[in-house]
């Protein structure tokens, strides 16, 4: 899409998902007229660090597109409620979309797609249409999407939602396989770690029958990512690190870790150039994409989402919803081992690629993390309702 309307005068049509997105929440709003909590605080939060950017940061259209990033958690943190109930009425939509990018990403070493390393220009700002890079010499397949990660996580998620409510073993491990394949294809090692990880947890759950033991243990191993995520990044303010790499596969493995070690994450956190900044942050936009396109000379990516939670909202509140999101996945017994699985899943793609990206710029994969941590009081509410409805029902 982006590729043929750049050449007509229909450019901005390139958003036009997006788009449709965010009016759909405000008539989500005025239809059903009640919100869950995560939603109420998720908001509360976000319209705070909207202000806190306006007053803060110099340009008002860089706290803007903070906020247009902001929009498929947002969408995510309303939609819980009708979305992870029920999540095998979307196994066909989730498989004609795993489909596509499967097939993009995996015909794309024998087809040369035209769009590859094109860009456009939208109110004067360059925008990639797909990204053409490589590493150590070896080409990172995108496939249809804009970044060969973008479409690694794309094929994680997919593939997690559809072995999580798939009842055919043979199409699970098919899929499953399939996923890792095209994961492969993108040379995008952190979702290929994550895709390693979440294929343990399958596997060990399937061994121990899912017992509370099992439930357990993976939930000490988030946490224990989790913690990596956060330590790690304070780490490089107080250690100066220099990781010397000679062999090649050394380098194909840990470069670009190293360079989050060296300085990604280091000049990240230096944004915060005051102490009272560390617990209010600089404001939505202060840092990732909303730099690229208006400060492009303090541009950093951050590669890590406890550090893009920290410039943006403070020390406190990042502290605070990664702990949230893992108290609602591993405390809530009202749902079934089904939906077990989907959700520890989806955060622990969250929190593990979270190490090595700041995940909130990525649509897909925080549009389901949204959901994830509103799922505890979704079904709640859900139940309610329904009870409610079948009272009504009744009196009639």
Known sequence: MRYFLARTDLTPLIYLPKVLVTLTIPIML???GRVNRGFVIGV???ALAFMWGVLNLSSIDQVLFGLWVLVPLIYGLLVATFVLDNPSAYKRIFMFLFAITALGVLLNPLLHYPWVGETLDIGGVSVEVSRKWSTFGIDRYAGFS????????QLLVFAIWLVTTLRSKLYKFLLWMVAGAGITLTTSKGPLVTYLLIT???ISGALY?????????????????ATMMMLLPLSTLLVRYDLRINSYTGKLLFA??????EWMWPDSLKLLKEPWQWIVGIGLGGIGAPQQYFDLTKYLAA?????YLCVDFGILIAIMLIVAIIYVVTKNTSYSTNQYQLVF???LATISYGVVSNVIENPVLVLFAAMALTVSRSRRMHLMNKHMHIHLDTNK
Request: zero cysteines.
């Open 30 to 32: 005025s239809v059903h």
């Open 200 to 202: 343990l947890f399958f």
């Open 209 to 225: 029958r899912y017992r509370k033991s099992w439930r357990q243990l993976w939930t000490i191993v988030l946490s224990a990512i």
């Open 256 to 261: 670009s870790f190293g360079d989050r070690l």
């Open 146 to 153: 804009s970044a060969s990660f973008d479409a690694a996580s």
């Open 345 to 347: 899943a989806i955060v």
């Open 303 to 307: 590669d890590n989402l406890f550090v």
């Open 44 to 46: 509360s939060i976000v």
